[in-house]
Nanobody, 124 residues
Framework: QVQLVESGGGSVQSGGSLRLSCAASGLTYYRYRWGWFRQAPGKEREGVATIETFGSPSYSDSVKGRFTISRDNAKNTLYLQMNNLKPEDTAMYYC??????????????????WGQGTQVTVSS
């Protein structure tokens, strides 16, 4: 049974930093490209960063230069270092197996085992 546990969220002021973690179990972690997704109230979930098994990260334009995605295949854990946070980064953040389609980070087709997410709130 696939289980994803996101952690590390919190409330910070604009310009602050947070580091998110996602611990995965129940699947062969290293076989997947992984991604971070976020969903703000009233908005659709969007992909913000993704990383292949041995690196090669990519980012959405909205977070490029501020966020860094990384992974530890030995620990089945995904990370997202978020610097220079802005109020528009406020959202619930999730991790999931990912793909890139037409330059956009998306969850892999048919995937539905989302974790509980971790809330990030940035105040101005």
């Amino acid at each position: 049974q696939v289980q994803l546990v996101e952690s590390g969220g919190g409330s910070v002021q604009s310009g602050g930093s947070l580091r998110l973690s996602c611990a995965a179990s129940g699947l062969t972690y290293y076989r997947y490209r992984w991604g971070w997704f976020r969903q703000a109230p009233g908005k659709e979930r969007e992909g913000v960063a993704t990383i292949e098994t041995f690196g090669s990260p990519s980012y959405s334009d909205s977070v490029k230069g501020r966020f860094t995605i990384s992974r530890d295949n030995a620990k089945n854990t995904l990370y997202l270092q978020m610097n220079n946070l802005k109020p528009e980064d406020t959202a619930m953040y999730y991790c999931a197996p990912a793909r890139v389609s037409m330059g956009v980070v998306r969850v892999i087709p048919g995937y539905a085992n989302w974790g509980q997410g971790t809330q990030v709130t940035v105040s101005s």
